[in-house]
C-alpha cells in the first residue's frame, strides 16, 4: 500500500511541476494518506465486528478530532487561514502524519455498543 501511496503521489507532484497547477495535484496527494489510516484502523474495526450489539458511528470523535486534523492538513491550501502562526508551520511529513491520524480516527469511531 505504501508503495502505491508513493507512486501515485510522485506522479501527482510530476504533473504540479509539468502543468504548474499545484492546487488540484497538491490536496490529492495529501488526501493519498487518509486511507492508509483507515487501513491501519482495520484491525479494531474486525475487534468490534465481533462484538454482539448495534453499530454506533461516534460524532463527537469525528467533528473534535479528525476535523482539526484534516484542517491542519490543507490549512495551506485554505485562503482564510493566513497569518499562521509558528507551531502550525510544518513540514509535508506532518501534513501526511495528520492524515494518517484522521483515517485511524474515523475508523475507530465505528464502534459495536450493546443495547440493552
Same mark, same amino acid.
Given at each position: 500500500m505504501l508503495i502505491v501511496i508513493g507512486n501515485l503521489q510522485q506522479k501527482f507532484e510530476n504533473i504540479g511541476m509539468e502543468t504548474f497547477r499545484l492546487y488540484p495535484w497538491s490536496?490529492?496527494?495529501?488526501?493519498?494518506?487518509?486511507?492508509?489510516? $483507515?487501513?491501519?484502523?482495520i484491525p479494531g474495526l474486525?475487534?468490534?465486528? %465481533?462484538?454482539?450489539?448495534?453499530?454506533?458511528?461516534?460524532? @463527537?470523535k469525528n467533528i473534535f478530532m479528525t476535523l482539526p486534523l484534516i484542517?491542519?492538513?490543507f490549512f495551506w491550501f485554505i485562503p482564510t487561514s493566513y497569518? $499562521?502562526?509558528?507551531?502550525?508551520?510544518g513540514t509535508y511529513?506532518?501534513? %501526511?502524519?495528520?492524515?494518517?491520524?484522521?483515517?485511524?480516527? @474515523?475508523?475507530?469511531?465505528?464502534?459495536k455498543e450493546n443495547s440493552g
Open positions: 490536496i490529492l496527494a495529501t488526501i493519498l494518506y487518509f486511507p492508509l489510516g $483507515v487501513y491501519l484502523g474486525l475487534k468490534e465486528y %465481533q462484538k454482539e450489539g448495534e453499530w454506533r458511528f461516534n460524532w @463527537f484542517y491542519f492538513s497569518p $499562521v502562526r509558528d507551531f502550525m508551520i511529513s506532518t501534513f %501526511q502524519i495528520s492524515m494518517i491520524a484522521s483515517g485511524i480516527i @474515523f475508523i475507530s469511531s465505528i464502534t
